[in-house]
């Protein structure tokens, strides 16, 4: 709880249905309501006062190729 506020949840609906990953498949797919998700949705409580701005720092790089392929192709001839 963020500084002694209680935030309880809406009329409950099966978590997994809701799932942002999910929840347009169950839409379509009819296993979840159109207006049961709309009710819910508006439902939630407007939590954005209470976040908290995160900083981040990366250290590197954040590809996925190595800097020297050079170097791997000598490491390969070495374990040869």
Partial sequence: M?????VTMPDEIDRKLIDKRVVQRYLEKGRLDDKEYE????SLPDLAEQAVPIESAFDGDLDDEPEDEGSQAAEGEKQS
Avoid at 2 to 6: A, I, L, S
Avoid at 39 to 42: F, N
């Fill in 2 to 6: 963020h500084q002694g506020v209680k």
């Fill in 39 to 42: 009710k819910y949705m508006k």
